[in-house]
């Protein structure tokens, strides 16, 4: 691959609920048309800062800049423009269970109705054969399994050709089956449209396996950003324990 460009830059972000400081002054870079993880423990702040980077949440300070825009002190008008180009896939639940397949992943060009119903119809048909669901239009979403919903919710996240895709956690609580076939749909992601994939993840074993580029939060702050590599041979005692934790719990098989 050759050099990225930046595609996201997050400068000195900080964010305090009450007493508690989550973001602690947060500086990454991530990268245009690359697969991006952001890990760290539970609890550590990783949704938080992407509720920051999709704009649901406002920092405290700080600057998060989409190519040359500033978006966390611009005014909601670009912010919603900027938005159409994001596509979001959050944990379970996000899928209308009551609707079907396709009422579901036309969602977003029905929200934002900036495209026409024959052309809707058409990507859905088109997403839904490349993620292996053909013809699978009318079931409805409470009919599926685990992995048939990952792909909705995906291709629901897609319709709109985002140029960056946010994944928070998309594998917690699937089997190791299920997790694989959501890596390669990421990859996929990438190879297929070009697009930037953000993913949240406390997954090491994704991480060493799916990410171009891994930060790690750590007690507010990113204590590392780089390659998988880079990652594997740290000497930062934080990034260190990170792993052995993470092999210590796929050996317990958690
Ligand atoms: N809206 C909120 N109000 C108050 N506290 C919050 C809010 N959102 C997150 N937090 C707190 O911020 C911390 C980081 O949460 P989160 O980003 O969800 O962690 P994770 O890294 O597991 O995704 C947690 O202690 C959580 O309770
Ligand atoms: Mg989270």
Redesign the pocket.
């Known amino acids: 691959m050759t050099e990225a460009a930046p595609e996201i830059r997050v400068k000195a972000l900080r964010k305090t609920?009450?007493e508690?400081e989550?973001l602690k002054g947060v500086d990454v870079t991530l990268l245009a048309g690359r697969v991006n993880f952001v890990i760290?423990?539970?609890?550590?702040?990783?949704?938080?800062?992407?509720?920051h980077l999709t704009g649901l949440?406002s920092p405290d300070s700080g600057e998060i800049w989409f190519g040359d825009r500033e978006i966390s002190s611009g005014g909601s008008r670009g912010l919603n423009e900027l938005r159409r180009k994001m596509g979001l896939l959050f944990q379970e639940g996000a899928l209308f269970d009551s609707l079907s397949v396709a009422e579901n992943v036309s969602f977003p060009p029905w929200y934002h109705g900036t495209m026409r119903p024959s052309e809707t119809a058409r990507r859905v048909k088109d997403l839904l054969s490349e993620l292996g669901m053909e013809g699978r239009e009318d079931a409805r979403v409470s009919e599926l399994s685990g992995g048939e919903r990952k792909r909705v919710a995906l291709a629901r996240a897609l319709i709109m050709e985002p140029r960056v895709v946010f994944f928070?956690?998309p594998t917690t609580g699937l089997d190791p089956i299920l997790s694989t076939q959501v890596d390669s749909l990421i990859l996929n992601t990438r190879d297929r449209t070009g697009a930037t994939c953000v993913v949240?993840s406390?997954d090491i074993a994704a991480v060493l396996t799916v990410a171009d580029q891994v930060s790690l939060?750590h007690d507010g702050v990113m204590i590392l950003t780089g390659t998988p590599k880079d990652f594997r041979n740290s000497a930062i005692p934080a990034v260190r324990d990170f792993i052995t934790g993470g092999e210590e719990a796929a050996a317990l098989g958690g």
């Open positions: 609920f009450g508690h989550v760290g423990r539970s609890g550590g702040g990783k949704s938080v800062l992407l509720k949440l928070d956690e949240v406390h939060i």
